[in-house]
């Protein structure tokens, strides 16, 4: 079954909702990057969430998220475009640590405590707009819910959660955001926080086999919730040999020569994927002569 992303209001259009089940997309970023339990949850918590986050941009824009944090994982980069596609990769893929003291995978122990949660939104204007605030966890959730409540003043719950088999491949995973709009009733709210305080962890819902849409209504009452619209998500790279070639063009053609010269051709490698691209002594040398022109 594809991973579907659910958009809903509810309260009368006081509340805004999301819900995304994204254990293929995390199951797929997990088997590129060969990542270990504690950088899996920690990948996949970020791809949810920047799934949530770019659920209502335009088809051809794009959103970055990057968490750069003080822990063993290194600095994890997720981009998410308006059709539902995502890609991320995370620096240091085989971090696995002792689970917490919930018993949990220790997501925080991973990442960090100490750095910075960064937005990068290019909607196609002159220049993409960049938030950035401080890392205030490093469970990831709770980085998600500060950034939206402090950098684009709405006040937001985020739930996150990413279920790792014995043998490192993916169980589940998935998440909500709930946002509080300009209006909201004061009952309302405190209805919101008793709700929020009352649900239970992601992956516990996803493993029952609770749909996104079946969340939403678990967490807000089905009575009161409007569903918008329900669309398929995927991890989805769209890295190319040309693309690349770009790239290798803009470091020059002499430092184009000294390669061929000295390892006879290149082999990149995308980030976000880990695909390969080779090319030869001949492939460089074209490209060093576009280059030159």
Same mark, same amino acid.
């Given at each position: ?23 293929? =997309? ?33 088809? @051809? ?12 994982? /290194? ?6 475009? &308006?059709?539902?596609?995502? #890609?991320?990769?995370? @620096? ?13 995978? @220790? ?7 100490? &750095? ?35 950098? $684009? ?7 996150? /959660? ?12 998935? /998440?909500?955001?709930?946002? =509080? ?43 009161? =919730? ?9 991890? #989805?790279?769209?890295?190319? #040999? ?20 000295? @390892?006879?051709?290149? $082999?990149? =490698? ?24």
């Amino acid at each position: 079954m594809t991973d579907q992303l659910v958009k809903a209001t509810a309260f009368d259009g006081q509340i805004r909702v999301r819900a995304v089940d994204a254990s293929q =997309v995390v199951a797929s970023a997990q088997e590129k990057h060969d990542s270990w339990s504690a950088s899996s949850a920690a990948l996949g918590r970020t791809l949810a969430g920047t799934l949530l986050l770019a659920a209502d941009i335009k088809d @051809d824009a794009k959103m970055t998220v990057q968490i750069a944090g003080n822990g063993p994982a /290194g600095k994890i980069v997720v981009s998410a475009d &308006g059709q539902g596609h995502v #890609k991320g990769y995370i @620096d240091q893929p085989h971090v696995s640590l002792d689970s917490n003291a919930q018993g949990k995978i @220790d997501v925080r122990g991973a990442v960090g405590r100490e &750095g910075t949660f960064s937005v990068i939104k290019d909607l196609g204007l002159k220049e993409p707009f960049q938030g950035q605030v401080p890392l205030v966890s490093g469970e990831i959730a709770e980085d998600f819910t500060y950034y939206l409540t402090v950098s $684009e003043q709405v006040p937001s719950a985020v739930g996150l /959660g990413v279920l790792v088999n014995p043998d490192e491949s993916i169980a589940c995973a998935g /998440g909500w955001m709930i946002q =509080v709009l300009p209006g909201c009733s004061e009952e309302v709210i405190d209805q919101l926080e008793a709700s929020i305080a009352d649900m239970p962890q992601v992956t516990d819902l996803l493993s029952q086999g609770l749909t996104p849409e079946e969340m939403i209504y678990r967490l807000l009452g089905q009575d009161q =919730v409007k569903i918008l619209s329900q669309e398929e998500v995927s991890f #989805k790279c769209d890295c190319s #040999k040309e693309r690349f070639a770009q790239g290798l063009a803009a470091i020059g053609s002499q430092e184009l020569e000294t390669i061929i010269e000295e @390892d006879g051709g290149a $082999e990149t =490698v995308c980030h976000f994927c880990n695909k390969t691209y080779e090319f030869t002594a001949d492939e460089l040398r074209a490209i060093a002569a576009q280059a030159r022109a």
